[in-house]
């Protein structure tokens, strides 16, 4: 079983990376961990921010006896396309992402990457607030 977490630091994706590796631990699952970045041109500090990140979280899996893979994701389009044409390329079984609540005019200019994920990926989507 492969699970797919889109992550991007936030409090959000972090509780999804935890409940991911709750049930990678439950189901002898291995978790393809992705932290998204929109912008291909990342300045160097930041770049090296998110890979330590990414860094941070596999020694954590490895920890708790979790196989995870990273990916940064630097793709032109938004986080919500990029998460479910990696979740299509690489049989993943199940994605794990935050939602956080917007009021409808927010869902109107910004858009939920939550909801498009929900909607758009080829297979089932855990939520997580």
């Given amino acids: 079983m492969k699970i797919l977490v889109g992550y991007d ?11 991911a ?15 998204h970045s929109k912008v291909t041109d990342l300045p ?7 890979e330590r990140d990414m860094d941070d979280v596999r020694h954590s899996m490895a920890k708790e006896g979790v196989v995870c893979e990273t990916h940064l994701l630097t793709r032109e389009w938004d986080p919500a396309h990029a998460l479910v ?8 079984d199940v994605i794990f992402i935050g939602v956080k609540k917007r009021s ?4 109107l200019i910004m858009g939920s990457t939550a909801q498009q994920v929900i909607l758009e990926a080829p297979c089932p989507v855990i939520s997580v607030r």
């Fill in 104 to 107: 409808k005019v927010g869902k």
């Fill in 44 to 50: 160097k500090r930041q770049q090296e921010l998110e």
């Fill in 21 to 35: 590796q709750e049930h990678a631990r439950a189901f002898h699952a291995e978790i393809v961990h992705v932290l």
């Fill in 85 to 92: 044409d990696f979740a299509a390329d690489h049989d993943i």
């Fill in 9 to 19: 630091g936030s409090d959000l994706a972090k509780k999804a990376l935890k409940l």
